[in-house]
């Protein structure tokens, strides 16, 4: 009987905890109900800003994955279920209570993907926080390549394209997955990725340059790869 009631006080002060640790989020209700299928019992979309007939997802992974989420103010939370809205550049997530809520601008800095990896292979890490740069604000959500002195970031967008069918003359809807462009964020600085000798050399600091160069020839690094410079970067980054 004292067993019971004292794995009884242990639940109710775990659970007051998960509470405690939710509550610092201050998310939104997303008034999408579950997308897992996208639609609800009734087939109707449950995602109420996007047409019904649009085929495909909006999210860079249909699956709710695992995260640790890291506020604005530097706590760690998690891990919680997540998923990441391209289209929209919302961030879903499931509370203790298994609902759906979208966190709001501004609170969530970064995003760690437990065990989930991007199509290159890397880490799937996304962080906000970067200053303005074209039409992107500093609440935007960049896949982060690299960290450290040098972050390379990757923006990563879904847009809804119309197609006309020629025989039929039928529209069809659909999420697709936009452009990927690269930025650097070094040393306070928000800028394009080039991939030229050029530009790459402007990003390293005096003293590190003849070592950095060494290791793009011994490496045979390829500009244009993503995978060779986030092994570049890494290598950077790693020597300070």
């Known amino acids: 009987m004292i067993a019971a009631q004292m794995r009884g006080l242990l639940l109710c002060i775990y659970l007051l905890y998960c509470q405690s640790n939710f509550g610092q989020l201050e998310f939104k209700n997303s008034n999408v109900g579950r997308v897992m299928n996208l639609e609800d019992l009734d087939g109707h979309s449950l995602l109420k800003k996007y047409d019904p007939d649009v085929t495909g997802s909006p999210f860079i992974n249909d699956n709710w994955v695992s995260a640790r989420i890291t506020l604005s103010k530097g706590k760690e939370i998690g891990p919680l279920s ?43 890490v996304f962080k906000s926080g970067y200053p303005d740069i074209d039409k992107q604000d500093e609440n935007f959500y960049y896949q982060v390549y690299t960290e450290g002195k040098i972050e390379l970031l990757a923006k990563k967008c879904k847009y809804i394209r119309s197609e006309k069918n020629d025989l039929t003359g039928e529209m069809s809807k659909a999420f697709v997955d936009g452009a990927v462009v690269l930025y650097v964020y070094a040393y306070g600085l928000m800028q394009g990725f080039h991939p030229t000798k050029e530009f790459i050399s402007s990003l390293f600091e005096e003293d590190k340059e003849q070592a950095t160069k060494a290791f793009i020839e011994n490496n045979k690094i390829n500009f244009k790869k993503i ?14």
Do not use: M, P, W
């Open 82 to 124: 997540i998923k990441l809205n391209l289209e929209s550049n919302e961030l879903y997530y499931l509370d203790s209570a298994n609902t759906e809520l979208i966190a709001q601008d501004g609170l969530v800095r970064k995003v760690d993907c437990i065990d989930y990896y991007s199509k290159d292979g890397s880490n799937c």
């Open 227 to 240: 995978a060779d410079l986030i092994k570049l970067f890494n290598y950077y980054n790693s020597s300070h």
